[in-house]
C-alpha cells in the first residue's frame, strides 16, 4: 500500500464529505486506504459517511470523543501505508497536491514529515504552513508578538524548504520515520501533538519539509474557539510541550516562558468573560454587513444556489467582484481551479456547492 490517509472528525459533516471527496480526486490511480475516525459525533456524520461513502473508506466509530492523537494512532496502528497522511476534515486538497508531496518524499529518503502551502478561507496563505521550533527564546519572543522567527519568514513560498515543524491539519508521514521514532503523544488531546511528532521526527535523524503544493483550511470548523475548553486544552498543549522537552533547563530560563504561556491563558479567559458580559447587556458590538454572494460554475449550479438563496434571503452579487463569497461549482470545477481563482480574488470567501449534498459550504456556515 502507497498511501493512507486518516481524517479525524468530530461533527463536521458537510466539510468531511468534501475532504473525503477532494482526497478521492486527488488520489486516481494510486494505492490508497482512506480511514475515517468519527470521535463520537452527534450530527449524523457517521451514518451520513456510510451512506455516502460504504465502499470507498474505512469507517472507525469511537464511543467517546478521544481527541485527535489517540484517535490517529487507531487508524494508524490499523494502517499499512508506505505514508501516512494525517488530514483534517475542514480542509480541501488540490487534485495534484498529495501527488506532489508523495514524489518530494520518494526522491527525498531522508524527509520524514511533510506538509504544504495551506490557504485561508479568503485566499490567503496561512503561516503555520511552515513553522519553527518553539524554544524557549522562540516561543518568548511569539508571546511578545515578535512570531517571524517562529513562522521561518526567510524561507521561499514556491520553492520547498526544511522546516521544523509540520502542521497536523496535512501532515505526511514516512512510516518507517514513525516506527522509529513513535506515533502521536495521547498525552496532547488536542493542540501541540504535531509539534511535538515534528520535534522527534527531526530528533530521530529524519527532516521535515514545506512542499508548495495547495490546500484550503478553513481551520477549525470543528472547534469552538471562543469557549472556555479551547482555552485550557490549548495553553495546556503549550505546558505540556514545554515540560516534555525543556523541563530539564534551569529555573530561571523556564520561568518566563512558564508565566508568558499562564499570562496570555488569563487575557484569553479575561477577553471571553467580557464578551460574554456585553452580549448579557445586550450589547453586540457593531453589526456586521451581510455576505454576498456570487455562483460561479455551470447554470445548473447556479439556479440551484439562486433557489437556496431565495428561500434564505442571501444577497446576490451580479459581478463576481462585488461579492464577499465566491460559491463555485464542486461537480464541475476542480479544486485545484478553485484554489487558484480564489487565490487571484484575494480577500472573498471560498465556498463551494454540489449537487450530491445540496448545500453550499463556507468558512462560516452550511447554507440548505
Known amino acids: ?17 468534501q475532504c473525503v471527496d477532494s482526497v478521492q480526486r486527488a488520489t486516481k490511480g494510486l494505492e490508497v486506504e482512506i ?73 527525498h529518503p531522508h524527509a520524514g514529515g511533510a506538509g504544504v502551502m495551506m490557504h485561508n478561507a479568503d485566499g490567503s496563505i496561512a503561516r503555520e504552513s511552515r513553522r519553527g521550533l518553539p524554544t524557549p527564546y522562540v516561543s518568548l519572543l511569539k508571546m511578545l508578538g515578535l512570531s517571524s522567527r517562529y513562522y521561518m519568514s526567510h524561507l521561499s513560498w514556491t520553492e520547498p524548504g526544511q522546516i521544523d515543524v509540520v502542521s497536523g491539519a496535512f501532515m505526511m508521514l514516512r512510516r518507517s520515520a514513525l516506527e522509529k521514532v513513535g506515533l502521536l503523544d495521547e498525552d496532547f488531546f488536542m493542540y501541540g501533538e504535531d509539534i511535538d511528532l515534528s520535534y522527534r521526527i527531526k530528533k530521530g535523524g529524519y ?25 485550557h486544552v490549548f495553553y495546556q498543549a503549550m505546558l505540556i510541550f514545554f515540560r516534555k522537552h525543556y523541563g530539564h533547563l534551569g529555573f530561571l530560563l523556564t520561568l518566563p516562558v512558564k508565566i508568558a504561556i499562564y499570562c496570555r491563558a488569563f487575557l484569553a479567559l479575561v477577553q471571553m468573560q467580557y464578551m460574554l458580559l456585553r452580549r448579557y447587556l445586550g450589547d453586540y458590538g457593531e453589526r456586521t454587513a451581510d455576505t454576498t454572494y456570487y455562483f460561479q460554475g455551470q447554470q445548473p449550479m447556479i439556479d440551484c444556489c439562486m433557489d437556496i438563496a431565495r428561500r434564505k434571503g442571501l444577497a446576490i452579487a451580479e459581478e463576481k467582484s462585488d461579492s464577499d463569497c465566491v460559491v463555485y461549482d464542486a461537480d464541475t470545477l476542480s479544486f485545484e481551479q478553485m484554489i487558484a481563482d480564489a487565490v487571484k480574488q484575494l480577500g472573498k470567501q471560498i465556498g463551494t456547492y454540489s449537487r450530491k449534498t445540496r448545500v453550499i459550504i463556507t468558512s462560516k456556515e452550511i447554507i440548505k
Open 207 to 231: 527532516e521535515n519539509w514545506y512542499i508548495p503544493a495547495h490546500i484550503v483550511h478553513y481551520k477549525g470548523e470543528s472547534t469552538q474557539k471562543t469557549s472556555f475548553r479551547y482555552v
Open 1 to 17: 500500500m502507497k498511501l493512507t490517509v486518516i481524517i479525524v472528525s468530530y461533527n463536521v459533516c458537510y466539510y468531511l464529505e
Open 35 to 107: 480511514f475515517v475516525v468519527d470521535n463520537h459525533s452527534s450530527d449524523d456524520s457517521v451514518d451520513y459517511l456510510k451512506r455516502r461513502f460504504a465502499d470507498t473508506i474505512t469507517l472507525i466509530e469511537c464511543n467517546h470523543n478521544l481527541g485527535f492523537a489517540k484517535a490517529n494512532n487507531i487508524a494508524i496502528s490499523q494502517s499499512s501505508g508506505e505514508y501516512v497522511l494525517l488530514l483534517n476534515p475542514d480542509t480541501f486538497v488540490g487534485e495534484n497536491s498529495i501527488r506532489q508531496v508523495l514524489d518530494f518524499m520518494d526522491a
